[in-house]
């Protein structure tokens, strides 16, 4: 089941909800050379590159995360985390790791797939295409934190 929903909270981060609830008109897919200029990109095991274009977010970091949403779930990731919303769940993991510059691994052992109550990154995931995307950001280092009411997630929804 995906996680409840940041974009329903009542304290909420600015910019940065409008920006997840907007996420799918600042992202495009093409190909590496054609996404060069991206602000952030997920690179895609059949080539293709997804990038995200936003406006600039003073004081916040912003990570993506894509895969392929009818790509097979890999048999000892299936057995380890269950196949039910994997992608969903393995790019908000990917988008949370990258923005606390923490291995996936190392992720694993705390979270597995899931994400921490009382961290600070907000995401939205959607369906793009073809395509599980994620969109996480999460106050830069310096920034002062969100207040953990303000912190959590969004759902994959469409």
Known sequence: MPPPSDLDRRVRPRPVPGLLVAAERH?????????????????LDDGRCVG?????????????D???ADAPVPPALGRRFGVQDFWARWTRTECCCKLADVP???????????????????WHTLRVADLV??????????AVPLPASAAGSSRLDR
């Open 27 to 43: 992202l495009r897919i093409g190909s590496p050379v054609a996404l060069a200029a991206a602000v952030t990109r997920s690179h």
């Open 52 to 64: 995200w274009y936003g406006p600039p977010t003073p004081g916040w970091r912003v990570a993506i």
């Open 66 to 68: 894509a895969e392929r």
């Open 104 to 122: 996936v691994a190392a992720w694993w052992r705390l979270h597995g797939l899931g994400t921490p109550a009382g961290g600070s990154a907000v």
């Open 133 to 142: 995307v994620t969109v996480g950001f999460a106050p830069a280092p310096g």
